[in-house]
């Protein structure tokens, strides 16, 4: 398995050079495995847990150890963050981890891990669709054929012959994932902190403090009885905590600065993959037609999206902090 996220995240960084080439193949690798085993994590977590209140109190100590971490050793993060900075983590924090990943341990409720993954890998195609909405970019054919494809086989999950998905759980990752691609877009040229570290934190704190006060909202509160949680769901609790959000988000931060959007969001096409055959080897999952089907037709639509070259816009040019020449949008898209 971690041969095979090395060797997608070679394929996917080709465009790139040097050694930038060869930091964002690394990070991409370690993002798959990683982001993809979370969905096994938050499965077994959520068992003995409430799935908001679990993910606030993840975020939150994960939020606060990378703040004090950046303000102590990063020199970028010497100064403290202002209220423009702040409001800026909070806006993607809402997105990427109240809506996007608290929807999905929400949503996990009523889906296999590895359904729930998949359908999360139409996250690019989201992107690409909101970027050509909002910025008026423009994708070449294959792109589109891809997006095509893999909206069909988003179709084959959730429809007719999905052999009885919940819809309530795909409604909410679909809706997941189009708040992660608006997250992921806004987080390219929103005023951020230049420390990667710090600007997770940040993100992490108020998305933690989000996810709470929704949990509490919800009435989870009910359901939390310390007594009943099990040895492994505080196991997988503390992997998410260290490797899904200490070392992976800050990744994922550094990538969206470092990498086109388009690369980045492979991960939402790997990522089912590890999810897919962890689920089957541990949680011993189905793997029913239509998910190898959907999984099939997935797989195809990043190779379409990836390898396809970016048509130059005509629309607006978006100029991201730390890039020195501004880049049109669909080279950001997926």
């Known amino acids: 398995m971690a041969g095979l996220s090395e060797a997608v995240a070679g394929v996917t960084v080709r ?3 040097g050694g930038r080439a060869a930091a964002v193949g690394s990070a991409l690798g370690a993002l798959y495995l990683i982001w993809g085993s979370t969905y096994l994590g938050v499965m077994v977590a959520i068992r003995t847990m409430p799935p908001l209140l679990m993910s606030s109190v993840r ?3 994960a939020g606060v150890l990378l703040y004090v971490w950046a303000r102590r050793r990063e020199p970028a993060a010497a100064t403290a963050p202002d209220g423009r900075q702040w409001l800026a983590a ?3 924090g809402f997105a990427l981890l109240l809506l996007g990943s608290g929807g999905i341990a929400w949503a996990e ?3 296999d891990s590895g359904v729930a993954a998949l359908l999360g890998a139409s996250i690019p195609l989201w992107i690409a669709l909101l970027d050509r909405a909002l910025f008026g970019s423009r994708l070449s054919r294959w792109a589109m054929v891809g997006m095509g494809i893999g909206l069909a086989g988003v179709f084959v999950l959730v429809g007719p012959a999905s052999n009885g998905v919940n819809l309530v759980g ?3 990752v679909l809706i997941s994932s189009i708040s992660w691609a608006a997250g992921s877009l806004h987080a390219r040229s929103s005023p951020l902190p230049r420390a990667p570290l710090l600007t997770a934190g940040m993100q992490m704190i ?3 403090a989000l996810l709470g006060v929704a949990g509490i909202a919800a009435g989870e509160l009910r359901q939390v009885h310390l007594e009943t949680v099990s040895v492994w769901s505080l196991v997988a609790f503390g992997y998410l905590v260290v490797a899904g959000s200490l070392l992976a988000y800050p990744l994922y931060q550094w990538l ?3 990498a086109p959007t388009r690369v980045v969001t492979t991960h939402a096409y790997v990522n ?4 897919v055959l962890l689920g089957w080897a541990v949680l011993a999952e189905p793997l029913t037609r239509s998910t190898l089907v959907a999984a099939g037709a997935i797989v195809v639509s990043v190779l379409l999206i990836v390898g396809s070259r970016a048509v130059p816009s005509r629309g607006r040019v978006i100029a991201f902090p730390g890039v020195r020449r501004a880049e049109p949008a669909v080279d950001q898209a997926a």
């Open 59 to 61: 975020f939150l100590v």
């Open 272 to 275: 089912p993959a590890v999810a």
């Open 109 to 111: 409720q009523r889906l």
């Open 15 to 17: 465009s790139l050079r």
């Open 170 to 172: 795909a409604g909410a």
């Open 90 to 92: 909070g806006t993607t």
């Open 206 to 208: 108020v998305g933690g």
């Open 256 to 258: 969206l600065r470092n």
